[in-house]
C-alpha cells in the first residue's frame, strides 16, 4: 500500500511536460504552481479509477475497462471529456492496429526471405 500520501503523485517530469506543451512559449510557471498541478492531477485520477471500480464492481467485473472509465467521466460530471477521448482512443487504436499488422508483414517477408535463401542453397 502507499506509506505516504506524495507516493500518489504522478511523476514531476510528466507534469512539467504537459505544462510547457499547454502554455505558449515563454511562459513560466512557479515550482508551488506545478506542484499544485500535480496533486489536482493526482486526485483527479485516483477519483476517476475510483468511480470506475464501483461502475465496474456493480456489473460484477474484477476489472475497469474504457466503458466504465467514460461512464465515471459522466457521472463525475466531466461529460466534455467523454467525446474528445473517445476519438483519441480509436486514433490510438488503429496506430496499435496499424503497427502490428506492420510486424506481421515484416516477419512474413523476414520468413519468404530466409525460405527463398535456404532454396537456393
Same mark, same amino acid.
Given at each position: 500500500?502507499? *506509506? +505516504?500520501? #506524495?507516493?500518489?503523485?504522478?511523476?514531476?517530469?510528466?507534469?512539467? +511536460?504537459?505544462?510547457? #506543451?499547454?502554455?505558449?512559449?515563454?511562459?513560466?510557471?512557479? /515550482?508551488? &504552481? +506545478?506542484?499544485?498541478?500535480? +496533486? &489536482?492531477?493526482?486526485?483527479?485520477?485516483?477519483?476517476?479509477?475510483?468511480?470506475?471500480?464501483?461502475? %465496474?464492481?456493480?456489473?460484477?467485473?474484477?476489472?475497469?475497462?474504457?466503458?466504465?472509465?467514460?461512464?465515471?467521466? /459522466?457521472?463525475? #460530471?466531466?461529460?466534455?471529456?467523454?467525446?474528445?477521448?473517445?476519438? #483519441?482512443?480509436?486514433?490510438?487504436?488503429?496506430?496499435?492496429?496499424? /503497427?502490428?499488422?506492420?510486424? /506481421?508483414? *515484416?516477419?512474413? %517477408?523476414? &520468413?519468404?526471405?530466409?525460405? %527463398?535463401?535456404?532454396?537456393?542453397?
Amino acid at each position: 500500500m502507499v *506509506e +505516504r500520501i #506524495e507516493d500518489l503523485n504522478l511523476p514531476n517530469a510528466v507534469i512539467a +511536460r504537459l505544462i510547457k #506543451e499547454a502554455l505558449p512559449d515563454g511562459a513560466n510557471v512557479s /515550482k508551488e &504552481a +506545478r506542484t499544485t498541478i500535480a +496533486r &489536482a492531477a493526482s486526485v483527479f485520477v485516483i477519483f476517476l479509477t475510483s468511480t470506475s471500480t464501483t461502475l %465496474a464492481r456493480k456489473q460484477n467485473h474484477k476489472t475497469i475497462n474504457t466503458a466504465n472509465i467514460l461512464d465515471a467521466l /459522466k457521472q463525475l #460530471e466531466f461529460e466534455s471529456f467523454v467525446e474528445p477521448l473517445t476519438r #483519441e482512443l480509436e486514433v490510438y487504436r488503429k496506430v496499435i492496429k496499424d /503497427k502490428k499488422e506492420k510486424s /506481421k508483414k *515484416e516477419i512474413s %517477408a523476414n &520468413a519468404d526471405n530466409n525460405s %527463398a535463401t535456404k532454396e537456393t542453397n
